[in-house]
Structures are given as structure tokens and as C-alpha cells.
């Protein structure tokens, strides 16, 4: 069965710190692993990841892929206040397969 | 652009009620189309995708349906409502499935009373 695990379900820091985000998974036929963001409402896209070991880079964000391993990480650098959101990770086969997202709060 | 809508963006309805959401999207064609349902403080679970007009598929059993009666256009539906039924419903489209990312709309609020 698919399982797709997200660590720490949820994480305080203060604007300036640094954090990172893990996504462990168990998908068969697995093509590529994708980051969300969600705020308020709909998940915002962030990063797909197909290759392992490429880091794939935007603005303060960062993230990585490890297929032998099966996980990925983001890394979210100079937090701010308007990083506070719940981050999703998805594996994708033939279809997006969610972790339960890590929801960061960054304090001012 | 490719723009995503979905309606209502929240309802309340009593249990046994019928349910009809609705998305749609502009600005691509035979785009691939999903619905989500995410239960409080959880990850989203896929209920229904779409390749094409007509064709559904279902990932979980339930008492929700959906359909395709044009290429852009994706309906959730029940008939009768259940308390388990609430939750923030999710439209996504992507250009092909599998390959691609996918995007969702702004969701609807959905509480069962």
C-alpha cells in the first residue's frame, strides 16, 4: 500500500530562522514527487522533483529528492511570516498520492 | 492562462440532502480533471478523476458521484448527504495525468448538519 509520511506535523519558529521539511515514501511506480503550499484555501504548486540529488531552487526555498532513500526534503531559509502555511508533499504515479502536510508557523 | 473556478465556496446542507459542486476550468482543452476531499487537519485524498468527457474513475467507494458532461466542466454529486461527508472539497486540473503537476481551484467548504 502507498505511504507517503511527513515530518514534524507541525513546527513554531521565528522570522530569520531556517527550517526543514521531510517527506518519506512508499509509492509504487513513483515518476516524480511534488511540493504544495497551502494557505487558506487551494494548495499553491511549488517544486517537482524528478531526479534525485538535483536541487531544485526558488527564492528562499529549496528542495531535494533522494530515490534510493525515498525521501525529499524542503528547506525554507530566512522564514517569514508569510511562510506560515500547511506544506504538502504529493509522489505522483499515475496520481498525486498526499502526506498529511507539515503545518509552519513563523512568529514575527 | 489557464483559470480554475469552483462553486459554491462553502455550503451547509442537512444530512440526507442532495449535493451538487461544480468546477470548471478556462484556457485549456481536454485538460485532466480530480476531485479531492481533505478532512480537518488532514493530507487530501483523490475521489474521482477524469481523462475525458464521460469517462470517471473512482478511487474510493462512497456515496459521492461524479461527472463530465463537457471538457472543462466537473461535477460532485450525491444523493443523500452524510454527516462523514464534510470536508473542503478540491478541483484540480493538469495537463496530462501522471506527468504533470496539478492545479486546484479555491475549493468548497462543505459542512453536513
Known amino acids: 500500500e502507498d505511504k507517503v509520511v511527513q515530518s514534524p506535523l507541525s513546527l513554531v519558529v521565528h522570522e530569520g530562522d531556517t527550517v526543514t521539511l521531510n517527506c518519506s515514501y512508499e509509492v509504487t511506480n513513483f515518476r516524480s514527487l511534488l511540493w504544495y503550499k497551502q494557505e487558506k484555501k487551494a494548495p499553491t504548486f511549488l517544486f517537482m522533483l524528478t531526479s534525485s540529488g538535483i536541487e531544485k531552487k526558488s527564492g528562499r526555498l529549496s528542495s531535494i529528492l533522494d530515490k534510493k532513500e525515498l525521501f525529499s526534503i524542503l528547506n525554507i531559509t530566512a522564514t517569514q511570516t508569510g511562510d506560515s502555511a500547511i506544506y504538502l508533499c504529493a509522489p505522483l504515479d499515475n496520481d498525486m498520492r498526499f502526506g498529511a502536510g507539515t503545518r509552519l508557523t513563523v512568529k514575527p | 492562462s489557464q483559470t480554475i473556478h469552483q462553486w459554491p465556496a462553502t455550503l451547509v446542507q442537512p444530512v440526507g440532502s442532495p449535493l451538487s459542486l461544480e468546477c470548471t476550468v478556462e484556457g485549456t482543452s481536454n485538460p485532466n480533471l480530480y476531485w479531492y476531499r481533505q478532512a480537518a487537519g488532514r493530507g487530501l485524498q483523490l475521489l474521482f478523476y477524469?481523462?475525458?468527457?464521460?469517462?470517471i474513475s473512482s478511487e474510493v467507494p462512497q456515496n459521492l458521484s461524479a461527472s463530465r458532461p463537457q471538457d472543462r466542466q466537473f461535477i460532485l454529486s450525491s444523493k443523500k448527504l452524510l454527516l462523514s461527508d464534510s470536508g473542503f472539497y478540491l478541483c484540480?486540473?493538469?495537463?496530462?495525468?501522471?506527468?504533470?503537476?496539478?492545479?486546484f481551484g479555491p475549493g468548497t467548504r462543505l459542512t453536513v448538519t
Open positions: 477524469s481523462v475525458g468527457i464521460g469517462q
Open positions: 484540480a486540473w493538469s495537463r496530462d495525468r501522471g506527468y504533470y503537476e496539478q492545479y
